[in-house]
């Protein structure tokens, strides 16, 4: 069983910036692929990003690519996203996600690849 809680959500104004944690409790976090989901009120949860296991290998989608960076730390079975430049359209509940199958490549970025979630930080962004 693994569980993960999120920190780091808040408000912060347009072009401010915010950084999310992800820990994890179990055994399967250095063998697992991380993501980053988020999901705004109406909306589908969408993929914001991604990270191997060893942390070389990294995915984005294309509404964050420059603005935020995914990171982890094996040691502190933790995951970070960095998020700069906020916008008002990255309002949204985050949360983190496990993939327990290390060699998938592309990283995967559906919600339906990923095995265990977190409950989620909330991000406001105000213009």
């Known amino acids: 069983q693994v569980h993960l809680s999120e920190s780091g959500g808040g408000f912060v104004h347009a072009g401010g910036s915010l950084r999310l944690s992800c820990a994890s409790s179990?055994?399967?976090?250095?063998?697992?692929?991380m993501g980053w989901f988020r999901q705004a009120p109406g909306k589908e949860r969408e993929f914001v990003a991604a990270?191997?296991?060893?942390?070389?290998?990294?995915r984005y989608t294309d509404s964050v690519k420059d603005r935020f960076t995914i990171s982890r730390d094996n040691v502190k079975d933790t995951v970070y996203l960095q998020m700069t430049s906020l916008k008002p359209e990255d309002t949204a509940v985050y949360h983190c996600?496990?993939?327990?199958?290390?060699?998938?490549?592309?990283?995967?970025?559906?919600?339906?690849?990923?095995?265990?979630w977190g409950q989620g930080t909330q991000v406001t962004v105000s213009s």
């Open positions: 996600a496990v993939n327990r199958f290390a060699g998938v490549r592309p990283l995967p970025a559906v919600p339906s690849e990923y095995d265990y």
């Open positions: 179990g055994r399967t976090f250095i063998t697992s692929i």
């Open positions: 990270i191997s296991w060893g942390g070389s290998v990294t």
